[in-house]
């Protein structure tokens, strides 16, 4: 059963909208732990189905997931969210700004 924090993770990845990120941190700070950005990726590992999970990236832009960050990229370019020369997301053009559940 997933904890509060764990429950506030979830219900903000629900609400980024098709086309934008949130960061790790991002997400940690809105939920009130600013430190808590590796707490978000742990939640995300178990992240339930319908989930957009693959909005969710670094604070620099890098995607993540060790074998699923292909599948990541594939699906963030399927949503036009721009990716720089390197590989990361273009956080400056498409950062989800949203208000915490």
């Keep these: 059963m997933?904890?509060?924090f764990t429950k506030g993770v979830y219900e903000i990845v629900e609400k980024i909208p098709h086309g934008s990120v949130a960061s790790?941190?991002?997400i940690a700070m809105m939920l009130g732990k600013p430190r808590g950005?590796?707490?978000v990726g742990?939640?995300?590992r178990n992240c339930p189905e319908g989930l957009p999970w693959w909005?969710?990236?670094m604070a620099d832009g890098s995607v993540t997931g060790g074998a699923y960050s292909e599948?990541?990229?594939?699906?963030l370019d399927e949503e036009n969210?721009?990716?720089l020369p390197d590989g990361r997301v273009d956080m400056k053009a498409c950062q989800w700004i949203g208000?915490?559940?």
């Design 71 to 75: 599948m990541r990229k594939t699906l």
């Design 55 to 57: 909005r969710v990236v």
């Design 2 to 4: 997933a904890g509060t």
């Design 24 to 26: 790790y941190g991002q």
């Design 42 to 44: 742990w939640a995300m």
């Design 99 to 101: 208000d915490a559940p």
């Design 37 to 39: 950005a590796r707490e």
């Design 81 to 83: 969210v721009p990716l």
